[in-house]
């Protein structure tokens, strides 16, 4: 059973239903952390240029913190495009699961 509002036990729909879950959550915490991921990347991306332009870093720590940057949000967009990928799969497989 996936995770999400299955360990809700004292929610309104619960006490409604008898207890029965009637609303799953297919979205994982991978693709939260793969969306952070990329996001951290990308900011230190654009940190890494600003200081760049005004002068507080040199060249050297540029190139490395920028490679960083880049290499951060690669590995979160790949995460991120197969938790996308895991979460289509199983929206199809069980079609009456709720975003």
């Known amino acids: 059973m ?3 509002e299955l360990l809700n036990s004292g929610g309104n729909t619960v006490k409604e239903n008898s207890g029965w879950v009637i609303k799953f959550s297919v979205r994982s915490s991978e693709l939260y952390s793969s969306q952070v991921m990329f996001g951290l990347g ?8 600003s200081f ?3 002068g507080k870093i040199g060249n050297d720590a540029a190139l490395w913190s920028s490679s960083s ?6 590995i979160g967009k790949i995460k991120l495009i197969r938790q996308k990928r895991k979460m289509q799969e199983a929206l199809a497989n069980y079609p009456y699961w709720a975003k």
């Open 52 to 54: 760049l332009w005004f």
């Open 69 to 74: 940057g880049i290499i951060l949000s690669i």
């Open 2 to 4: 996936p995770a999400g």
């Open 42 to 49: 990308i900011l230190i991306l654009i940190l890494t240029l």
